[in-house]
Nanobody, 118 residues
Framework: QVQLVESGGGSVQAGGSLRLTCVGS????????LGWFRQRPGKERELVAT???????NYADSVKGRFSIDRDTNKKTVWLRMNDLKPEDTGVYYC????????????WGQGTQVTVSS
């Protein structure tokens, strides 16, 4: 089994920065994708950023140029650096893991709140 624990959320003024951290444990096999999703008030959960075992990254258009994802596979850790935060970035951010194989399996963290004020 896999467990993912997020931290680093909080409140920040518009234009500020936060770094989210997700630490995994358990049977985290490779290859895999690590990523961050968010659920903004009144909206569906959406992809924010992903990073593969080969360090290929993908970002939602809304965060390109502002957010950066990175990972340390040995430490089973993934980060999301969020710069130039905007009020519309407010939401609950979730860490995710997708094991790649004949049957892909997804895991989720519990979420961490990010609040950006004007």
């Amino acid at each position: 089994q896999v467990q993912l624990v997020e931290s680093g959320g909080g409140s920040v003024q518009a234009g500020g920065s936060l770094r989210l951290t997700c630490v995994g444990s358990g049977d985290i096999t490779s290859p895999n994708y690590l990523g961050w999703f968010r659920q903004r008030p009144g909206k569906e959960r959406e992809l924010v950023a992903t990073i593969t075992s080969g360090f290929i990254t993908n970002y939602a258009d809304s965060v390109k140029g502002r957010f950066s994802i990175d990972r340390d596979t040995n430490k089973k850790t993934v980060w999301l650096r969020m710069n130039d935060l905007k009020p519309e970035d407010t939401g609950v951010y979730y860490c995710s893991l997708r094991k790649i194989g004949p049957r892909s399996v997804d895991y989720w963290g519990q979420g961490t709140q990010v609040t950006v004020s004007s």
